[in-house]
């Protein structure tokens, strides 16, 4: 990339200073957004029988969220870390 700059002063000493950004891509060429997603589309994430007062539970012997009962996960609540509830 080539800057062509032209400074005029009248009896004193001009300054430029030039700056380029350092943009880099984080997306693909073809990457194409794709609005509204739902949370079935979404990799990882099971909603299988997902009912009213459900909250997504993350299993690591499947390495994916699982739609479960609130009730069923404050059973196995052990410990709250980062915050006052």
Known sequence: MAINA????????????????PKTAIAADTFAPKPNVSIDEVRGISTTGVENGFTLVFNS?????????????AVNITQITGGTF
């Open 6 to 21: 032209r400074i005029n002063t009248t009896g004193s000493i001009g300054r430029a200073i030039i700056k380029s950004s």
């Open 61 to 73: 012997t499947t390495d994916n969220f699982e739609a479960q009962p609130a009730s069923n996960v």
